[in-house]
């Protein structure tokens, strides 16, 4: 356990990282025995992590099922990208030229989606291309944001589930992820905000198009 953290903050983190890749799908029963045995805590460490969990937004409790992982509707969407807008743009509007570091983290997160999409796996394309996003966020250097961003990440990701063909849905962000990196990198960053602005419009659309059809 990391130092000065405690073990239900872990527990949480740890529940959040697997809701982040896609190994936690929304309607998922968090069951208390089961969790007790697997990280070898009391019932009340997993329920303080549950209901952690729960504020944040990835849980809910149901009668007589227990607590699942939530299914987001077109209000949390639109909420979301709301968010999102103000966080991103915010980050390419009063960012510099990228450093090496930083390049090389976006990178690494485009990299990875592209063997994830060699692979045929769309799942882990859906969950580096996030990564790419908290690191535009990153360039902030606040971690108060980085840290609420990633909870952000974690309902996108819960969201994206709702896609009944995620190869469909996944398959024009890599190029704009990538594209959004380079403008970054020469410093453009009108530019790559307008890029930004399309892609964040663009995706909310197709979400919202996905809630509406699947609640038909």
């Known amino acids: 356990m990391s130092a000065g953290v405690s073990l239900a903050d872990q527990i949480r983190l ?4 697997d809701i982040i890749g896609g190994r ?7 069951i208390e025995s089961e969790l007790v045995a697997a ?3 009391s019932r009340n460490t997993i329920r303080e992590a549950l209901h952690q969990l729960g504020q944040e937004g990835l849980t809910r409790y149901v ?13 949390e969407v639109r909420d979301l990208f709301q968010v999102r807008r103000t966080l991103e743009l915010q980050a390419i509007a009063n ?3 990228l450093r090496d570091y930083q390049s090389d983290r976006m990178l690494e997160s485009t990299e990875a989606a592209q063997l994830a999409w060699e692979r045929e796996d769309w799942r882990s394309v859906g969950t580096h291309s996030l990564g790419f996003h908290q690191h535009v966020v990153g360039l902030m250097g606040s971690r108060l ?3 609420f961003f990633t909870n952000v990440v974690a309902q996108m990701r819960l969201v994206f589930c709702a896609a009944p063909d995620e190869q469909h849905f996944q398959a024009p962000w890599l190029t704009r ?7 970054l990198a020469e410093g453009d960053r009108y530019q790559a905000g307008v890029a930004m602005e399309g892609y964040l419009d663009d995706s909310e659309r197709l979400l919202l198009d996905i809630l509406h059809q699947a609640s038909r």
């Open 14 to 17: 740890e529940l959040r990282d």
């Open 24 to 30: 936690l799908l929304p309607g998922m029963a968090l």
């Open 39 to 41: 990280y070898n805590a």
């Open 63 to 75: 009668r007589n099922k227990g607590v699942m992982v939530r299914r987001l509707g077109t209000e």
């Open 95 to 97: 960012s510099r030229p």
């Open 145 to 147: 944001f980085d840290e």
């Open 177 to 183: 992820d990538r594209q959004i990196h380079d403008l």
